[in-house]
């Protein structure tokens, strides 16, 4: 009897901790929105990361931390949003990104997403 206390009481402390953690990464979270809307990239990008640490399997947080890191001028993430982009090829902002992408390094991609995103806007 006295295990299941104990396991019972590591399953409720862990549960408060995992709520804990997500309110805090969606605090963050908005404040990188706010940040991003302000266009100041460069501290968005702070508190996206800082969301991302607090909920790591938050793919909407680490959208908005890669478009942070576009914005700068900074493709680490590339890899990352192409996968995405293959697992959601109905994303249009992940497109728009992706367009982004190109159309800085002036390759051929550019124009061919651009007529894409234009068909998916048009529906």
Not at 19 to 42: I, P
Not at 51 to 61: G, R, Y
Not at 77 to 99: I, T
């Amino acid at each position: 009897m006295y295990w299941i206390v104990i396991v019972i009481s590591l399953a409720c402390s862990s549960n408060e901790d995992l709520f804990h953690s997500e309110k805090q990464a969606l605090v963050l979270y908005k404040q990188g929105m706010d940040a991003s809307k302000s266009k100041n990239h460069q501290i968005a990008e702070k508190f996206f990361h800082e969301a991302l640490q607090k909920d790591p399997n938050s793919k909407s947080i680490r959208f908005h931390l890669i478009h942070s890191r576009f914005s700068q001028g900074n493709y680490q993430d590339l890899q990352w949003l192409l996968q995405y982009n293959q697992e959601n090829p109905s994303e249009l902002d992940a497109l728009k990104l992706l367009h982004k992408y190109h159309c800085v390094q002036k390759n051929e991609e550019c124009l061919k997403l651009e007529q894409i995103i234009l068909l998916r806007e048009q529906r």
